[in-house]
């Protein structure tokens, strides 16, 4: 690279450095310490893109930072961190970490021992892609880039800091990051670095879920998701991270481009859809495949609501392989969802490769038209029930308002008090008698 270009790369970096990550480094240099800007936001800033969080790593012990600023919390001590906090906003809280080099991963998810007292350099080879390993020095006005990372940028590639089967077998997580980066940063996955990944799966197999869940989220929340899902597939990744749907896919780059179609918060929904049941009744919820993808995206530690909204998304994707939608059809399909998840149905109906127009026409009127689907979108109440027709409380409240709700699936003018009260008249009679 030509100096000409080291002084443009230098003079982005400086703009970019926020206020108060020179205020850090300022203050740990003038105690005689090195101080530099280094990972995700370097990189993001050369990148030209709106960077994250600013970390800084640091020559000073974790005691020397906790001594030299007002206010500090431990937060990762026992990895080097310290939270400075110049102010009450996010963007004034600094995690400045000292350098450290690691000593062998024996597990594969926490290095043995974290070594202190390390060089700038070593700091940075302990890092897992070229391009997250680039430093800079506002005070100084230095770059300090020893493994090519200007250069991977400029190409739009992701290597691997030194040997990748041994960075990727150290931690498992790695060869996820790797590929959620291919992801978020759209760059092409080194061949060389993507042939280590093999070896490195027993390792991911190691890794905790919660972090692995992290990298599919966040792979997930990107521009193009395809880009990471399909080196996930042909890695083996996926085979790995998620068998059972791994399985189930015959064509990749269809699977992975639903995902791009599909937009973000009905994603993970798309990612799992090869795990409906082609069998299934086009016409209803597929519980079975439900309950499965539960049990799937629980042992990710994905959150209850993910789990939920993805299950009930997987459960009903098969729905548009349904024709001749009757609008009771399309009614009785959208109650049997939870409220918050009939939407998001309907977007991931969209991210068919042929949408199924007619169904989700029918749907959008359905939502749009605020039909009863739910037993608490009747005119009526069990209390009410119980008022009208002096009855007791009892499951045979509940199991005339389940076949009151489906007579208003069939006929939504039904639904006003009077016409209901009198149905459940009628219906007591059956109820009660048959109970
Ligand atoms: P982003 O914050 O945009 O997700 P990032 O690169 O900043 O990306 P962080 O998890 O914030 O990622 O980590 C900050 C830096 O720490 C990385 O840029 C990288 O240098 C290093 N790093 C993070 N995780 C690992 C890891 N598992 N192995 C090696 N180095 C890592
Ligand atoms: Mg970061």
Redesign the pocket.
């Known amino acids: 690279m030509t100096d000409a270009t080291e002084d443009q790369v230098k003079r982005l970096l400086a703009a970019a450095v926020p206020a108060t990550v020179r205020e850090v480094c300022a203050k740990l240099a003038a105690a005689g310490h090195q101080a530099v800007a ?4 370097v ?2 800033a050369l990148l030209g893109r709106e960077a ?2 600013w ?1 800084v790593a640091t020559s000073a012990t974790p005691h020397q930072v906790i001594a030299l600023f007002r206010r500090t919390a431990p937060t990762g001590i026992e990895h080097g961190t310290v939270l400075v906090i110049l102010g009450k906003d996010d963007a004034s809280k600094i995690e400045v970490t000292t350098f450290r080099g690691e000593g062998a991963y024996s597990d594969a998810r926490r290095p043995d021992h974290v070594r202190f007292g390390v060089p700038l350099v070593e700091d ?1 080879q ?4 070229v391009v ?2 680039i430093a800079y020095d506002p005070i100084n006005d230095q770059l300090i880039d020893p493994f090519g990372g200007r250069e991977d940028i400029a190409r739009r590639r992701l290597r691997a800091v030194g040997d990748p089967v041994a ?1 990727f077998t ?2 498992g ?2 060869v996820m ?1 790797a590929m ?2 291919a992801s ?1 940063l759209e760059f092409d996955l080194d061949p060389e670095t993507e042939a280590g990944i093999a070896a490195a799966l027993p390792s991911l197999a190691k890794v905790s879920r919660e972090r692995v869940s992290v990298e599919l989220r ?1 792979t997930l929340a990107t521009r193009q998701p395809s880009r990471g899902l399909v080196i996930a597939k042909r890695t083996a990744i996926l085979l790995s991270v998620l068998p059972e749907l791994d399985a189930r896919i015959d064509d990749p780059s269809e699977w992975a481009s639903r995902v791009d179609r599909a937009i973000p918060r009905v994603r993970l929904g798309a990612l799992l859809a090869p795990l409906a049941d082609p069998e299934a009744d086009p016409l209803h919820l597929d519980r079975e495949v439900v309950n499965r993808v539960l049990v799937i995206l629980r042992a990710l530690k994905f959150s209850n609501l993910e789990c939920d909204l993805a299950a009930q998304l997987v459960g009903i994707v098969h729905a548009s392989r349904g024709s001749e939608w009757t609008p009771v059809q399309v009614r009785r399909l959208l109650s049997e969802l939870d409220r918050d998840k009939r939407v998001p149905a309907i977007e991931l109906w969209e991210s068919d490769r042929t949408p199924n127009r007619a169904l989700i026409e029918e749907a959008r009127r359905v939502i749009t038209e605020g039909h009863a689907l739910a037993i608490k979108d009747l005119a009526i109440t069990g209390k009410d029930l119980m008022t009208a027709l002096d009855m007791a409380p009892g499951p045979s409240i509940g199991r005339i308002l389940v076949l009151l709700l489906e007579r208003v699936i069939e006929d939504p003018s039904l639904n006003d008090s009077k016409q209901l009260l009198q149905a459940a008249q009628r219906l007591e009679l059956e109820v009660g008698h048959g109970a």
């Open positions: 280094v990972g995700g936001a990189r993001d994250g969080d970390d940075l302990r890092r897992d892609l997250n390993a960075r150290e931690d997580l790695r990051r959620r980066f978020q966040k």
